[in-house]
């Protein structure tokens, strides 16, 4: 059986950890009661012994009998009564008084509890969680009503607005009729808001949408409105800059202001079109959804504190052989966390507005979007997960008996096989060896309680889960060494080389074809964020930056090899090499050579315009710093790549140079930034306060480590200054980026630890979606 105390802690939410009952303080304080108890079972024996010894033996019947009989009767009768008293050895009352809302809950221990200091502790400290845990749940219910209000308020916006859309094209559509021309597109434009409201057309008219509002639009602190809102002729539609057009749009605004020194005054409003009016349905519908997650997280978080105090009080009697928990459970039922019943009726009403308004009438559907199902561990995956993973050790055991049989590393052979296999398939084994490390953060996040999917915003029904990831990773090694193999054999079996030397090209595309293979299988969703993803970092900093893209575009940074395996691949094929077996065209090309700068800065630009499209938004000066840091790897990127062409002194210092510079704020942003230690002042010494993995001599391991794997390129440095074999080179090169990708790996999972502790300390279980319409007047 489980121990309640590992239940809590593997349903808590994360996020609000602190502000649950500590569960395990109090059972520490439990015992301290327990262990005050004075050992009583030994003197209640000798008693018992000494009363046999007074007494004398009894034989048969008795006259007093009877009378025994009724004393034992009325002696049950007392100890009923006294029982009942028990219950009432302390008393929880409000110090502010029963009608103030602001409840600070007090016990006053009666009869001989008064004089344990062991018990007055416990109760104390049980009273501080009871008031703690309160002021939690009321604080977040204000938070969620203001939200909801504030839900209400955009919804009725809305309405109003498509109501304003529906009349104008209806009007467009009478005038075309009369006029004898055909009517203009539903999506023509409309004039602003305060256009209408000075034309006569009043936004806060209530048909057709008055039934709507009498259906569904509800005041969320109670009641339907009785009133519809007046909108301000000044309403703006702020609608995020997510997608280069609106980007470009909203930088050329912004300029254009700055530079006529003449903002847009207050009241001319934002043209209002169907398209905007689209955005914003989507926005407020997405609020909708955070909302009723918020609320389902309040509703456990209750639950499972009410479950809690049940608990410790259930202990606390069966220690101290009384019965207080009556007592004070009829406060804990009282208090504002149990006894409200505002979150409910609001979740009720989210319902009854979502489905009516974003589903259609259609629950089931409503349904889909306000609770989204997880994806349950499924045996199937474990049983593929291991029988890929036992095909890749036998395939791989097959190439090597092979690879040794064939002789295909001997001198005389190795560049042409080299140069035709190592490309295409060490880009798969780096793709492998990243997805099984993303495999293991993903089982470290999920072992230590980090709710990754909630810090990338993924969805949880479509969330990768680490058996996922093994499987996607052994999958896909097996299905290279296969192809490897099968490139061997026919190579040794004297196929003409023109169709062997193909096959790499077609493992290539045969992959390309499955990333972007419609149909739902084989993960699709996680197939098509990823392109998602890679279409955000490319084109940045036009599209706003989320957390899984600059986490992405850090992975990237760590496979510039695997990105400079492509263009070796694409070189290679459009080449035709394949045919002619002339490997040098490649090399020799001016262009290609060229492209090599591009690839190696590629990852460092996108990430810089990611840094610089947050301070753009964000307007916080660390991303500039930020900046710096990618801007010094660039540079260090290409002083080797020149050192690697031009052999000489100067280049070898401006490496060395460049590349200790850069090495040093990247370790520097690793430690003090991107994990969140080096805190001289920690309790933790020279970590952070809050760590999650219990041994802090992990950090220190890992510390050494990244900065170890953070020096990898000077043995880079000293094999270009002392050149060595082709095979040589090949294979230390696959090692050293293997380095690197592990090194991103043991980097990523104290990155996202350090993110969750910042979720942890502010409490944010939920995420905060924009509004989008601006200069809405309160009710009057």
């Avoid at 509703?299 to 105090?309: D, E, H, I, P, R």
């Avoid at 190439?399 to 052979?413: P, Q, R, V």
């Avoid at 296999?421 to 798969?428: H, N």
């Avoid at 996108?606 to 947050?614: D, G, H, I, L, V």
Wanted: net charge positive; charged share 25%.
């Amino acid at each position: 059986m489980v121990k309640f105390s590992k239940e809590l802690e593997a349903q808590l939410i994360p996020e609000w950890k602190d502000a649950f009952v500590n569960y395990c303080q109090l059972k520490k304080y439990v015992k301290k009661v327990r262990l005050s108890k004075k050992p009583i079972s030994d003197q209640t024996h000798l008693l018992h012994l000494h009363n046999q010894e007074d007494d004398p033996p009894q034989y048969g019947f008795s006259i007093f009998d009877p009378v025994r009989y009724v004393f034992k009767k009325l002696s049950a009768k007392f100890q009923n009564s006294s029982t009942d008293q028990r219950e009432m050895i302390i008393q929880v009352r409000n110090k502010n008084g029963e009608g103030d809302e602001e409840s600070v809950y007090q016990t006053v221990l009666l009869h001989l509890f008064s004089e344990e200091d062991e018990v007055k502790e416990f109760f104390e400290r049980l009273d501080e969680e009871l008031n703690k845990v309160n002021q939690f749940y009321k604080i977040k219910e204000k938070e969620f009503l203001e939200r909801g209000e504030a839900l209400n308020k955009q919804l009725e916006t809305l309405l109003d607005l498509k109501q304003i859309l529906s009349e104008r094209r209806r009007k467009n559509h009478l005038l075309r009729l009369e006029s004898g021309s055909l009517p203009r597109s539903n999506s023509s434009s409309v004039r602003s808001a305060s256009d209408y409201s000075e034309s006569g057309t009043e936004m806060d008219e209530t048909s057709p949408t008055n039934e709507d509002r009498k259906n569904g639009v509800n005041n969320f602190t109670g009641g339907t409105r009785t009133k519809t809102k007046k909108t301000r002729s000044g309403l703006r539609i702020d609608i995020p800059a997510t997608n280069p057009t609106r980007t470009i749009s909203a930088v050329t605004t912004k300029l254009w202001e700055d530079l006529v020194n003449n903002p847009k005054k207050e009241g001319h409003g934002d043209s209002v079109n169907r398209k905007k009016i689209q955005c914003a349905e989507k926005m407020i519908r997405g609020a909708f959804v955070e909302l009723y997650r918020g609320l389902g997280l309040l509703k456990t978080y209750s639950s499972l504190n009410m479950v809690a105090f049940v608990k410790i009080l259930k202990k606390f009697d069966k220690v101290a052989n009384e019965r207080a928990s009556s007592s004070y459970l009829r406060a804990v039922k009282r208090s504002h966390f149990i006894s409200s019943d505002k979150m409910v009726r609001l979740g009720d009403e989210v319902e009854s507005i979502f489905t009516k308004h974003f589903a259609n009438d259609d629950r089931k559907k409503a349904m889909k979007f306000l609770r989204p199902r997880e994806n349950k561990a499924s045996h199937m995956i474990t049983f593929l997960v291991g029988l890929f993973t036992g095909s890749f050790v036998a395939l791989f055991s097959v190439y090597a008996i092979l690879a040794h049989m064939s002789n295909i590393f001997k001198s005389g052979t190795e560049p042409g096989y080299l140069e035709t296999v190592y490309p295409v398939f060490s880009m798969f084994a780096f793709l492998s060896l990243h997805l099984f490390m993303y495999g293991c953060n993903i089982f470290m996040w999920s072992s230590t309680r980090i709710n990754y999917s909630f810090i990338f915003e993924f969805s949880p029904s479509t969330t990768l889960k680490y058996r996922d990831a093994f499987l996607m990773c052994a999958s896909f090694m097996s299905a290279v060494v296969g192809a490897m193999v099968i490139h061997l054999i026919l190579r040794s079996s004297h196929v003409a080389p023109t169709y062997v030397d193909a096959i790499p090209g077609v493992l290539l595309l045969c992959f390309i074809a499955l990333l972007i293979f419609p149909f739902n299988i084989f993960y699709r969703s996680t197939r098509y964020c990823f392109i998602r993803v890679i279409r955000n970092i490319v084109f940045s900093p036009f599209y706003k930056v989320l957390m899984v893209d600059f986490f992405m575009a850090d992975q990237l940074c760590s496979q510039i090899p695997l990105l400079r395996h492509m263009e070796t691949t694409a070189c290679y094929f459009l080449a035709k090499s394949f045919k002619t077996h002339q490997y040098e065209i490649c090399n020799q090309s001016k262009l290609y050579r060229e492209l090599a700068y591009v690839i190696s800065f590629a990852p460092y630009y996108w990430r810089a315009m990611q840094c610089a499209r947050r301070w753009f938004d964000e307007g916080d000066v660390a991303h500039l710093a930020n900046l710096g840091k990618y801007v010094s790897a660039m540079v260090a990127a290409g002083a080797r790549l020149t050192f690697a062409r031009q052999h000489d002194n100067l280049w070898m210092f401006m490496v060395v140079l460049t590349s200790s510079i850069a090495t040093v704020y990247q370790l520097y942003w690793d430690f003090v930034k991107d994990w969140g230690i080096l805190n001289r002042n920690s309790k933790n010494r020279w970590l952070r306060d809050d760590l999650i993995l219990k041994s802090k001599n992990i950090y220190y391991i890992s510390i050494f480590i990244n900065v170890l794997l953070r020096l990898v390129w000077i043995e880079s440095v000293t094999r270009i200054s002392s050149p060595t074999g082709f095979m040589e080179s090949q294979v230390l090169d696959f090692f050293l980026a293997s380095l690197e990708i592990i090194r991103r790996g043991h980097w990523n999972y104290y990155r996202l630890e350090n993110e969750h502790l910042n979720n942890v300390g502010k409490f944010r279980a939920v995420k905060s979606v924009p509004l989008p319409f601006r200069g809405i007047d309160s009710d009057d």
